[in-house]
Nanobody, 124 residues
Framework: QVKLVESGGGTVQAGGSLRLSCAASVYTGSRASMAWFRQAPGKEREAVAC??????ATFAGFVKGRFTISRDAKNTLSLQMNSLNPEDSAKYYC???????????????????WGQGTQVTVSS
């Protein structure tokens, strides 16, 4: 059974950086497709980035080159966030689904497993 636990959230000033991590236990075999989502109060959950089993990443348009997503051999997922602004403030969630070749989608309903989230606050 899959368990996801996020960490690394906190408070940072505008222009600063944070690195989020997601410790994941997944099915043995091929690596899972994984993603980061975020949700601010009063808003719908939105995708940030996803990474497929080959390590290829897809980013939401608002990222604008500021973030990178990576995954190690143990399926520990990371999100390096640079040049943060107050609009990035949200609770960030790690998500995963069974391996699915060379694709990943920025759609929350596509993922089977979710962590509890970690709060990111960017002050102006």
């Amino acid at each position: 059974q899959v368990k996801l636990v996020e960490s690394g959230g906190g408070t940072v000033q505008a222009g600063g950086s944070l690195r989020l991590s997601c410790a994941a236990s997944v099915y043995t075999g091929s690596r899972a497709s994984m993603a980061w989502f975020r949700q601010a109060p009063g808003k719908e959950r939105e995708a940030v980035a996803c990474i497929n089993s080959y390590g290829q990443a897809t980013f939401a348009g608002f990222v604008k080159g500021r973030f990178t997503i990576s995954r190690d051999a143990k399926n520990t997922l990371s999100l390096q966030m640079n040049s943060l602004n107050p609009e990035d403030s949200a609770k960030y969630y790690c998500a995963a689904r069974p391996p699915y070749g060379g694709v990943c989608f920025l759609k929350s309903t596509w993922y089977h497993y979710w962590g509890q989230g970690t709060q990111v606050t960017v002050s102006s």
